[in-house]
């Protein structure tokens, strides 16, 4: 059981700055969205601190290119989730984006267990905790500041 929890947490805080919404003075008033710009930024400070947590973990050459491989299968499902959004003549569904970028982290979640074993896998997700708190912690731990900030920062949801 605390295995999926931690698992459904990871997947949780990975999708977080993909459609984080932002609150307060950076972002306007609560339940508005995020620029693009906003959330390609979180995106890209998780995927930071992915890589940062990633080296930590002294892979082997195997399991780093398996990773690498992995990471770009990933992004390219995203990239064609949000093409496939921005090309209806209507506006996206959040909810079904949101839901669909859920599928695609517990997917990679899943994948990248497989590569890295149980052992190591515990101590990735560990790590990602503990790297996510400090960059909130070092934006201040406002709600909407930091990696994967918006309404989940501090008030949890």
Avoid: C
């Amino acid at each position: 059981m605390r295995k999926i929890t931690a698992l459904t947490v990871a997947a949780l805080l990975l999708s977080v700055p993909v459609f984080a919404q932002t609150a307060g003075p950076r972002g306007g008033t609560q339940g508005q969205a995020q620029s693009p710009q906003t959330a390609q930024h979180r995106f890209a400070g998780m995927a930071a601190i992915e890589k940062k947590v990633l080296s930590e973990l002294n892979l082997t050459k195997d399991q780093t290119a398996k990773v690498k491989a992995l990471d770009k299968e990933r992004a390219e499902k995203i990239k064609a989730l949000r093409a496939t959004a921005k090309a209806g003549t209507t506006k996206p569904d959040r909810q079904a984006m949101r839901a669909e970028i859920q599928k695609i982290q517990k997917w990679y979640q899943d994948e990248l267990k497989g590569i890295l074993g149980s052992q190591k896998y515990t101590e990735y997700q560990e790590k990602m905790k503990a790297e996510i708190a400090k960059a909130r912690q070092n934006a201040g731990g406002k709600a909407g500041a930091g990696i994967g900030g918006g309404q989940h920062g501090k008030n949890g949801g």
